[in-house]
């Protein structure tokens, strides 16, 4: 496991593609960490990665030491989390999507100002370096209708752009292209129900190799438990929170911040929560398992055929224990058979995990962001 703020030298030969001979730095500066990763995009191998984690109010010390230690850069590409309706696709980054990022600042509070920070930076510190933006939206924007409106008054749509956008994009369409060489399908063929499951967590149900529909909404809040954010609610809570008295600040910080596994149990940390024995953690874990569950349950039965279930993400890759809660009930439901042999033995590896005769495969692929930003970003380029 990589150490906190340590650079790694190596490479990974997993991929192969037909590029030029450049070199990219993929850039995700997130709310609380940093990482980054450099390829040569000729044989996709890793030049350099690195994390800098628990940041203390520094950014920019830190992207200046990444950014002023690179050899030479042909292009860096930017993870940015909300594209609002403005981005549909990996766009080159000039002073009008600037604007357009912060703008949409208010709709990823945690993300996207942190996103934006590290275009900033890495425009000062290397102003002659072509840099691309990659948002987590994009991949949804193939959903229906159905899927993205909410059942609200069209105006709010029409003159607000209110709808769902779902997140973790460049994640589900990572998962999508690697499960379908796995099934030995065209990802236009696959079916599939993906979960990213971490201290941020989504499920996306993709059918035909095309988002049809995802858990998280017109901000990452929607969906699924997460590490501090609430995911599903009454929003009527709000409304009667505002009549006693809290101010717009403390909601947001309320339901992105306070919420989740923390306000449940006190820690946002699951391998802690998971070592604990008290009340107020396994009620956390129940109910963090069982929302996943029954977004499970509805993404079967709104995809008809599925043919595989994939987990991601720090949870979904490294838990044998919360898959397991996930699944558990489900042969009954839907005869998906988890082999409790192969799961408990499959931490941060590809790995089948299902019994054969289970009706869906059960898959764990570790996501690679990083390499999906850079295909990304790439295909603009050409």
């Keep these: 496991m990589q150490r906190r703020g340590y650079r790694e030298h190596g490479s990974d030969n997993r991929y192969t593609s037909g590029a030029e001979q450049l070199k990219a730095l993929i850039l995700n500066s997130g709310s609380s960490s940093i990482k980054y990763k450099i390829f040569d995009m000729e044989s996709e191998n890793i030049l350099d990665k690195g994390i800098i984690e628990e940041l203390k109010g520094n950014r920019h010390k830190e992207l200046e030491k990444i950014i002023k230690g690179m050899e030479k850069i042909d292009f860096i590409a930017h993870r940015v989390v909300h594209g609002g309706d403005s981005f549909k ?12 990022i912060d703008a949409l600042s208010h709709l990823a509070p945690l993300h996207n100002p942190a996103n934006l920070d590290g275009i900033l930076t890495a425009k000062q510190l290397a102003p002659d370096v072509l840099q691309i933006a990659v948002f987590d939206t994009a991949f949804h924007e193939d959903m229906e209708p159905w899927a993205y409106m909410y059942a609200m008054p069209q105006e709010l749509y029409t003159k607000y752009s209110i ?15 690697e499960c379908a060489k ?72 309320l339901v992105n911040q306070k919420s989740g596994l923390l306000g449940l149990c006190g820690s946002s940390d699951l391998r802690e929560i998971l070592n604990r024995d008290d009340h107020d953690a396994k009620l956390a874990l129940e109910i963090m398992s069982k929302r996943v569950k029954k977004y499970l349950g509805a993404y079967v039965a709104v995809l008809g055929r599925v043919d595989a279930i994939v987990f991601s993400g720090g949870i979904g890759e490294n838990s044998p224990q919360i898959r397991k809660m996930i699944l558990e009930g489900l042969d009954e439901a839907f005869d998906i058979l988890l082999d409790d042999e ?36 790439f295909a603009l380029l050409r």
Excluded: C, W
């Design 182 to 253: 796995l099934l030995n399908k065209k990802t236009e063929e696959t079916n599939l129900i993906s979960l990213h499951l971490g201290n941020g967590a989504s499920a996306s149900a993709v059918k035909n190799g095309k988002s049809y529909d995802t858990s998280m909404g017109f901000t990452p809040l929607e969906g699924l438990v997460m590490g501090t954010r609430s995911g599903d609610f009454d929003p009527a809570i709000l409304l009667y929170l505002l009549k006693l008295g809290f101010s717009e600040q403390e909601l947001d910080d």
């Design 163 to 177: 709808r769902r956008y779902g997140f973790h994009g460049t994640s589900h369409s990572y998962l999508l292209k």
């Design 342 to 377: 192969k799961n408990s033995q499959t931490v941060a590896r590809t790995a089948l995990i299902s019994k054969e005769k289970s009706r869906i495969p059960l898959y764990v692929i570790p996501t690679d962001e990083e390499i999906e930003i850079a295909h990304q970003a």
């Design 89 to 100: 696709t990996a766009t080159i980054i000039d002073d009008a999507v600037i604007k357009e």
